[in-house]
C-alpha cells in the first residue's frame, strides 16, 4: 500500500473548507483520493457557533444538570451518577473500552474519509465540541496521520463507537497511526508533527465516537466507485455490442423514449453513441441480441437512477449532527435522541451493493457470450489469438472467464441485505441497531469485485476486437471516435493474447486503472 505523500502548498492553499456550506460526497472524495487538505472556515459566525456549544454545554455541568455521558455512565449505565471529581477521567475511559476493533484496517482513503465525515459532522455546532478539537481534527487530514483504525466491531448504532475510538485515541496520543507509509505510536508521531494531544472535555469523547461517520465516510467512496462504473460498464456494452456484431437499434433514443427512466435513457444514449452508424449494407447478425447486450441500459440504468436518492440520504447523513446529546446553544438546550442510528446509510449501501451486484452479473454473461463460439458471430473459442496448428493447444481467456464467473458469485452472494440482521447489544440498550457500517463493508466488497469482472470483460472486448482487426473485418469502423480512443488507450495498456500467458498481472493493472477511475468517460 503506497503511503500518502505530504500535501503540497497548493494543496494547502486551495482547501476543502469545512463549515462554510453543506459538504458533498465528491469534497469528501477530493480529500480521501484526490489529494486535497481541509481547512475549517474563517467567518466568525461559524467560530462563534462552535465556541457558544462549548460554553453553554460547560455552564450546564457547572449548574449540575445532568448529561448523559458526561456525568452520567454509557449506554446502559445511564444511571449511574458519576462523582465530580471523575469527570474529566471519563471521557478517556471511553475511548480505551472501545479499543477492540477487530478484522482488517480502514485503507488510507478511507481513513482519510472518516475523519472528514467526522470533522463535517462536529462543524455543524450541535455537539459541544471546542473549536481546537475541530483544528486538531483538521491537522489529522492534512499531516496525513492516519488513525490505525479496523474494519470490525460496530453495529451501526449507537454509532460507529468502536471504529470512531480510534480517532480519539489518535488525538489524545494513544494507540498507534499511520504516518507516511509507516505504523507508528500516535504520540510520536504527533510530537514529530509539533501537534499537541487534545485533552478530551467531558463530552469529546463520546462526541466524537457516538455518530455515522465510518458508515458515512465508505458511503461517500463506495458512491463514487459506483457512479464511475454506471459510465465504463456503458462504454464496454458498446465495445461488447460491436465485437459481438450486436444491433445499435436497441440503444435508439426513440425507443427509450417510451420508458422514460432517466438513469436508463442516459446509459442507452451513452450506448447508441458509442456506436457509430452502420451503412446500409451491415445488418445485425440477429434481429434481437440477448439480454445482456438488449437490457444492459435497463440493467446499468437502475443503478443509475438509484444513485440519485443514495446521493441525497448520503449527503443528509455527512451534513447532519448525528451523536448524542445534541447541544443547542442557541435555544439553551439538550435533547436527548438517537440520531446515531444509521438506518439511512444502511438503506441505501444494502441498495446499492445489490445494484452494482447486477453489474458485474451483467458483465460476467456479456463475456459469457464472447468466449463461447456458438454465440461470438464467428469470433475464436475462449478469444484465442493463437492460429493454425498452434490454435489447438492455446486456451486464450478460458481461465479468466471462470475467474469471473467466480468474483460474480461472490459479488451476489454478498447482496444478503446487512440492516435486516439487527442484534441486541449492551444490556438490552442498543436493542435495535441498523448495521449500517456492514452494510458499507459489503458494498465496498461487492464493488472491488464487480471491478474485477469489468476489468475482465474489458480485456475480452479488447481481444475480440483486435482479432476481428486482425482478420481485416471492419467492427471498429462502427466505434464512433471516443470509444475508440478508449479502446485505443486500454490496448496500448493490455497484451494480444496470441501464445497462452499469465495475465494475473494485466488484469491486477486494469482493476487499478477502474478503480483510480483512469478514463474519462462521457460528459
Known sequence: MNAPRPLTPEQLAQPV????????????????????????????????RIDAGAAFLEKLIDAGGDVYGVNTGYGDSCDVRIPPELLSELPLHLTRYHGCGLGRHLDEDATLAVLVARANSLAQGYSGVRLELLEKLVALVNHRILPLI?????????GDLTPLSYVAAALVGEREVRYRGKVRPAAAVLAEAGIAPLTLQPKEGLALMNGTAVMTALACLAFSRAEYLTRLCSRVTALATVALRGNRGHFDPRLFAVKPHVGQNACAAWIFGDLAAPDGADEPMRLQDRYSIRCAPHVIGV?????????????????????????????????????????HIAFAMDGMKNAVANLADLMDRQLALLVDARYSHGLPQNLSGAIGPRAAINHGLKAVQIGASAWTAEALKLTMPASVFSRSTECHNQDKV???????????????LTEQVV???????????????????????????????????????????????PLEATLRRLVAQVREQRWALYP
Open 150 to 158: 479496523p474494519e470490525e466491531g460496530s453495529v451501526g448504532a449507537s
Open 455 to 501: 476489468a475482465a470483460q474489458l480485456l475480452a472486448c479488447c481481444q475480440a476486437l483486435e482479432i476481428r482487426r486482425r482478420r481485416g473485418e471492419p467492427e471498429l469502423d462502427r466505434v464512433a471516435p471516443g470509444a475508440r480512443e478508449f479502446f485505443d488507450a486500454v490496448r496500448g495498456d493490455t497484451p494480444f493474447i496470441e501464445e497462452d500467458q
Open 434 to 448: 441498523s448495521m449500517g457500517t456492514i452494510a458499507a463493508r459489503d458494498c465496498l466488497r461487492v464493488l472491488e
Open 303 to 343: 443503478l443509475r437512477d438509484a444513485l440519485t436518492w443514495m446521493r441525497r440520504d448520503i449527503e443528509v447523513e455527512l451534513n447532519s449532527a448525528n451523536d448524542n446529546p445534541i447541544v443547542d446553544p442557541e435555544l439553551e438546550q439538550l435533547f436527548h435522541g438517537g440520531h446515531f442510528y444509521g438506518g
Open 17 to 48: 473548507v469545512i463549515g462554510a456550506a453543506p459538504m458533498t460526497i465528491e469534497d469528501v472524495v477530493a480529500v480521501a483520493c484526490r489529494d486535497r487538505s481541509v481547512a475549517l472556515a474563517a467567518d466568525a459566525g461559524f467560530r462563534s
